[in-house]
Each structure stands twice: as C-alpha cells, then as structure tokens.
C-alpha cells in the first residue's frame, strides 16, 4: 500500500468532510444543516484524521504536498503547499476530538437559541480557519488562517450582540489581534524582501537571524496568545457562550500564536535575544495571570485566567528553545482545559445562568459526574503526577530547573506554579464541597447524555492523553535525565505548597473574620490595573494627538488661519483703522498737501 | 542757494501753504493757485537763461497758456458755487463728507 498517498489523501478528506457542511448548502436548497449533521461530520472527520497519526506512529512518515502556485510577481511564488509533519499530524485528531465534544455539548447547551444552526456553521468555519493555520507550511496560508480565527472569534464573542459588555469584549479581541497582525505582516516582509520566500522550510537559517522578523512573530504571538501587554481580551471574550470559551480561548485559537512561534522554530534558536524576551514575557505572563486569577469570583474567569496563565508557560517552554515541549503542553492542555470549559458550562445551566462561584457549594452530590470530572481536570491542571497536565508541565519545570537560565523567569514560574494550584483548589472547594449556597428552585440536572458524553470522553483523554503521546512520540532533544532530588520533585513540592495554603485560607473564610483590603488583594482584584491605565491612558493620548494634528494644526490653523481666513482678518483690522482717517473733509486734504510742501521744504534743505 | 532761486522758490512754498491754510473763502485758495503759477512761471523764464538752452524759451508760453485755462476754470466754479450756494465758502464742498 503506497503509505505516503494514504496520508495526504486522507488529511486533505479530513479538511474536504469538514468544509462540506458549508459547501452542499450553497449547491441546493434541500440540504440544510442541522446542528446533528454538522456534530457528526465532525466526529466523521476526526475518525478519519485517525489514520494519518496512526501511520505517523507506525513508519515516522511525513510529507509537504504542494499545489497550485501563485505567481504573486516574477521572482517571488507563493505555492499552497500543506505540511504534515508530527504537529499537524497530531494537532489534528487533538483538535477533531476536542470539537466533537464541544459540539456535542453545544447542541444541549445551545439548545434554546433560535439560532444554533448559525452558531454551529460559525463554529465549523473556525474549527477549518484553525486546520488551515496548524497544516500550512507557507506563511501565506497560514496567515489566511489567522485572520479566519481572529474573524469567526470576533463573530463568535459577541454572539448576544444585544448585550454591550459582549460587543465591546469582542471589539477588544480584534483591536489587540490586530496588533498582533501587524507584527505577523512585519516579519512576512521582512522575509519577502530578505529571503525572498514565504516556505517555512526555507527560513532555518544557520546564521544568527536578524532580531527584527523574531520581534515580528513574538509581537504577533503575544497578541494571539494574550501574553502580559496585550492580555485583556482574553477575560473579556467570556462574555461568548462557553461552547465558545472552550473551542476558541482554551484549546484552539489562543495556541495559534504559540504555533506560529513552534512553526519558525529554527530562526529563533541562534537568536539569544529573542529566546530570552520569550522567556521573560512568558515568565512575566504566567505569574500575572495567575496572580489575577486568585481573587476571580467569575468561574469562567477563572478558568480563563488559567488559560493564560498556561499560554505563559508554553512561551516560557519556547523561551527554553524546547518546541516539542510546548506542542505537548499545547496537546495536553486543550484536553483538561475544554473539559473544565464543559464542566462549567454544566454547572451554569444547572443553577440557571449562575456564575458566580460564591453562590455555588456542595454541588458534588447534586452533579456527581460533572464535578467528578471538574475534579479530574483541576488535578490535570496542577500536574498531578501521571495524568495529562504532568508528562508536559513537569517536563517544562525540571527542564528550567536544569537548564543555564534567568533566575527571575524561574523563581516567576514557580510561584505561578504555586498559585495554579491556590486557585485551582478555591475553585473546587467553593463550588463542589461544603453547604451550599445555591437558591432553592435551581434545574439541577445533567441526564443528558449531550452533556455527559463529551464531559466523560474528555476527562478520558485528560488522565491518558499524556501517557499516551509520550509513549509514541520520540522527543527530538534529549530530555534532562539526571538532577538532584530536590529539583527532580521541585513541582510537586510547590503545587503541595500551594494546595496546604489554601486550604488554610479556606479555613479562614469559614471563621467570622472581616476580610481587610491591603495593596497585594487591591492589585490582584482589579487585574494589575492594566485595564483602566492602558485603555484610558492610550486612547486619550492617541484622540488627543489626532484632534490636535489633523483638526488643530491642519484643518484650523494651515487652511485657515495663516491662509485666506487670516489674511481677510488682518485686512479688516486695518481698513477699520483706516475708515477714521477718510472723514471727506476738504480741511483734512488741505493738510495733506501742506504736509506734502512741508517735507519737500525739508528735503531740499 | 542765490537770492534768485530763493525768490521763486519762496513764492511757491508761500503760496501752497498759503493754498492749504485758506480754508474760509473759494477766492483765497484760487489766488494762491495764481501765484504758484506765476512762481512756476518765472522759474520757468529763469531756467533757459541760466543753462542757455534756448529751445526751452517755450515753455513759460506754453505755461501761460495753460495757467490761463486753469484760473478760468477756477473762476468758473467759483461762479457756480456762488450761484447755488450764495457764497464762496469752502465749507459748502460736503457732498463727499461720510
């Protein structure tokens, strides 16, 4: 059987199954989609990407298909070429999986909205602008696929467009991807001009690469990604449904940017500068968002504050100059991170639209499953030894901890180790444990098995997955194998730490104590203050500069004032000072030519 | 400058003050005119004398001529300011006063 075939063939149906949805709608009117049609096209399409990560297992085969070529100018082609390599090859199933759970979910979740046929296709556009990104071996593509996330995200953030925090949260994620884009453009020009190529493969240059294109792509990757500087959208695309929060800002979109900084690996890794500015801005990153995440009171917050805080510490895996590292922290993540997303979603439809975890408690009996499951995906999270969240974020620790590095994006990452595990034990203990403080008429219910289902298949993925890439993925650099003991258990010690304290800080909670304001909780409540002082301190700048240059200077000034309008005021001052001189008096001539005789007396004296 | 040029030139300064300062009477300011034609004019007669040019003699005639044209019209609308406003006051010339 002719191996290399099989694998293109099938990848290019995976992407042919999943545009179909979109595509026979167009071609007649009487193949409409449902929301069924389109869960199972993508559970038909993650079957099939099965058997080109099976084959990638068994023989190592990867393989660059080539189409059709643009001749953008002379010189300079732009092929769509597609690259399976072990990252496309294995991001796909991981994706496929993850969305034929969501969307599962989604239909039970979703299910009162009159219009959940359009959020399905919205979905399914975004889940191909994202397969698009991950296959693409040219940063042509690639770039089409970034803006179709950015795009479907937008659409999809202020899917209840009625409600203002929606609209401006979702006008929040493009301002700041856009900022990103530029970035991403910056570094295409600079190697359109300089290597005269867009290829992925022609880019790995041996010398030190210029740092210019590399600030490029981590200006764009802090943007995708939410890194520390261009963060705030992420809290704030919460306001999506949570189907959404679990496909876009958990698994999927967000990842991009790291991706994107996996795909140009080999520019950064002769590159110091650039490796250490994706270390500090991970490190820096990481801690933040942690930091925020623990005085959250939002359920979705918080869980989106740890996505963050995740996304800081695959740049700090990247920083390391480890890929493979982060692309298994990248695989690992999304499966406990969509599950927590699922989990949550449950939870707030059972206390009917209720987010607030301290109006939650004792839900451990009332939904056994899904807070089980809410259970399995907080131990993932803090890297409980051998389920998922361990085999990368352990890796990622002992790596820092043995290799020559900055000492402060070290001591960052501990401490943010630390409070994962802070936050993520508050958020169990509040919601799942204790009395309860739900109202008494809540829909508590989860015998759906459109909720239960995908909730129990991720939890699956989230105890094995780790286990099971590590076992048949050979690591390209070879891990550190032999450290002190001290080192070797450095994360379990500090997620231990976090977890003794906070469960004594919960034990406070339940003692009548006024809770005091000091600087520490003022700073993590109000999210660093970043908000407030960048959205105002900028955009008043930025309206100022512009009123002032283009109305002030130009408008009023040049094209009136020191132009017709001053003159023609200049004009009126004088002959207002001359009308007194003309009375019409012959008295006031005759003393004119007097005058006149008087100077020409004087001047010929 | 000699005692020549200092008569006619005297005469013509005299009489353009003479000319700005008479401001009650038409008649005043007409006879000052008169005069500064007559200085003009002997300054005229003196000037081909002392160059001895004797192509510019014609000028004093043409002069002349002209002086006499003027006080005629000077005179004519002295006539016709007494006709309409009974008087040779220079303050009835108002029509242009704003």
């Known amino acids: 059987m002719d191996l290399p075939l099989v694998l293109n063939t099938l ?26 049609t ?127 925090d929606a609209n401006t949260a979702a006008l929040q994620a493009v301002l700041y991807n856009r900022v990103g884009d530029v970035g991403l453009i910056l570094c295409m020009a600079w190697l359109a001009s300089s290597l ?26 802090t943007a995708k990604s939410a890194q520390f500087g261009l963060h705030p959208w992420l809290p704030a695309a919460m306001e999506g449904p949570t189907p959404v929060s679990a496909l876009l ?53 918080i869980i989106a504050f740890s996505t963050s805080s995740q996304l800081g510490l695959m740049m700090v895996t990247i920083g390391l100059n480890l890929p493979q590292l982060a692309f298994l922290h990248i695989s690992t993540h999304a499966f406990f991170k969509a599950m927590l997303f699922l989990c949550s979603g449950s939870i707030i439809h059972s206390l009917n639209g209720e987010q607030d975890i301290r109006k939650m408690g004792g839900l451990q009996k009332m939904l056994p499953t899904t807070t089980s499951c809410l259970t399995i995906g907080n131990l993932a999270l803090m890297g409980t030894p051998f389920l998922a969240g361990f085999y990368s974020k352990d890796a990622i620790i002992e790596n820092l901890n043995t290799s020559y590095l900055n000492t402060w994006a070290l ?43 995908p909730i129990t298949r991720l939890a699956l993925g989230s105890i094995t997955a780790g286990f099971l890439i590590t076992s048949f993925i050979l690591p390209t650099k070879t891990p550190p194998t032999t450290m002190p003991l001290s080192i070797k258990i ?82 009126l001052m004088v002959s207002k000072t001359m009308t007194t001189l003309h009375t019409g008096q012959i008295k006031a001539y005759l003393g004119a030519f007097a005058l006149s005789i008087l100077i020409m007396l004087v001047s010929t004296y | 400058m000699s005692s020549l040029h200092l008569s006619f030139y005297s005469a013509f300064v005299l009489s353009s003050l003479g000319l700005a300062f008479h401001r009650t009477h038409l008649i005043s300011a007409l006879l000052c005119l008169e005069s500064i034609i007559l200085s003009i004019y002997v300054a005229l007669t003196i000037w081909p004398i002392q160059t001895q040019t004797s192509s510019s003699t014609i000028l ?21 300011s007494t006709r309409t406003h009974g008087s040779d006051h220079l303050h009835n010339f108002n029509l242009l006063q704003c």
């Open chain 1, 11 to 36: 990848m290019l149906l995976t992407l042919a199954t999943l545009s179909t949805p979109i595509i026979l709608p167009l071609l007649s009117d009487n193949l409409k989609n449902t929301p069924s």
């Open chain 1, 38 to 164: 389109i869960t199972n096209t993508v559970k038909t399409s993650f079957l099939i990407s099965l058997i080109p990560m099976t084959i990638y297992i068994h023989s190592n085969m990867e393989s660059l298909t080539s189409m059709w070529e643009w001749n953008f100018i002379t010189n300079f082609k732009i092929p769509i070429s597609l690259k399976m390599d072990f990252y496309s090859l294995t991001f796909f199933p991981i994706a496929l999986f993850v969305s034929w759970s969501i969307l599962q979910f989604a239909s039970w979740y979703m299910a009162s909205d009159p219009h959940i046929t359009k959020f399905f296709s919205y979905l399914l556009f975004f889940l191909i602008a994202m397969l698009i990104l991950i296959v693409a071996n040219n940063l042509f593509i690639l770039f089409i696929g970034w803006e179709g996330v950015g795009i479907m995200s937008f659409l999809l953030i202020s899917w209840w467009h009625g409600r203002a």
């Open chain 2, 60 to 80: 004093p005639i043409l002069i002349l001529a002209f002086s006499a044209c003027e006080a005629g019209a000077g005179l004519a609308l002295l006539v016709a």
């Open chain 1, 411 to 453: 001591l960052l990452t501990l401490l943010a180790t630390s409070f994962t595990a802070v936050y993520t034990l508050r958020l169990t203990l509040l919601v799942q444990t204790g009395f309860t403080r739900i109202p008494p008429l809540s829909p508590v219910n989860e015998n759906n098995p459109a909720v239960l289902s």
């Open chain 1, 196 to 221: 005269n190529t867009w290829e992925i493969q022609q880019i790995a240059s041996p010398a030190q690469a210029p740092t210019l294109p590399l600030l490029g792509l981590i200006l764009a990757a």
């Open chain 1, 490 to 571: 450095t994360a379990i010690i500090v997620t231990a730490l976090g977890i003794a304290l906070a469960l004594e800080l919960s034990k406070m909670t339940q003692a009548l104590i006024l809770p005091k304001q000091n600087s520490f909780s003022n700073f993590s409540t109000t999210l660093g203050y970043f908000n407030p002082l960048t959205h105002r301190f900028t955009i008043t700048n930025l309206l100022n500069g512009g009123q002032n240059i283009a109305s002030h200077l130009i408008d009023l000034s040049w094209y009136k004032m020191l132009g017709p309008e001053g003159l023609a005021s200049l004009q």
């Open chain 1, 249 to 301: 800002h958990s698994s999927t979109m967000v990842v991009a940017g790291i991706f994107l900084l996996i795909r140009t690996h080999p520019m950064f890794s002769s590159n110091p500068t650039a490796l250490t500015l994706c270390l500090c801005l991970g490190a820096l990153s990481t801690l933040f968002a942690a930091t925020c995440a623990l005085t959250q009171n939002d359920i979705k917050k």
